[in-house]
Structure formats: structure tokens, C-alpha cells
């Protein structure tokens, strides 16, 4: 899988900005088939730092909704990447 695949985008939320200033932790929705050693690799490559530890969860989301049926949940999967100390991403800093 191209790693510019694997993350398809920053969570920020108000816990994801806790995270971030407590202990360095960065949330991302990443491809539901994507692995940790996937999203490790493209954590460093696109945003050029060093990745700790990834832990995944995927998350049932929202059921929606067609007319008098409701259909399947939009699922999504979350990573929660831990980076070095001295380091930050400046995409998710920025916002």
C-alpha cells in the first residue's frame, strides 16, 4: 500500500489536544486494512520523525441513514502514534 494511502487524515479533537500536550500523542484516520508497521512507516516519511509506539482501534461511527432504512455504520479506524519527545508534527501544530 503507498503510504500517502495509509493516512487520510489528523483527528483534532479536544481529547486529540490533550494528548498531544500531555504526552506527544498524535490521532490520525488511517486505512481500515492498514497495518501499524504501515502507518509507522508513514507517519516518518511524510512528516519526518520518530514514532515510539502505534496503537490502532477501529471505531463503530455513525449509522446512516437512506430514506425510511438505515444502512451500514461509516466505520473508520483510528491510530493514536506516540513520537519522540523533542519532536511535533507542524501540520497538526499549525491548526
Not at 48 to 69: D, I, Q, Y
Amino acid at each position: 500500500m503507498d503510504i500517502y494511502q495509509v493516512i487520510k487524515r489528523p483527528l483534532l479533537t479536544e481529547k486529540s489536544s490533550l494528548m498531544k500536550e500531555s504526552g506527544n500523542y498524535y490521532s490520525f484516520e488511517v486505512d481500515k486494512s492498514a497495518t501499524k508497521e504501515e502507518i509507522r512507516q508513514a507517519v516518518e516519511t511524510i512528516f519526518k520523525v520518530h514514532v515510539e509506539k502505534v496503537n490502532t482501534v477501529t471505531l463503530p461511527g455513525k449509522a446512516k441513514r437512506f430514506g425510511r432504512s438505515i444502512s451500514g455504520a461509516r466505520r473508520f479506524k483510528k491510530a493514536v502514534v506516540k513520537i519522540k519527545k523533542d519532536e511535533k508534527i507542524e501540520i497538526v501544530e499549525g491548526v
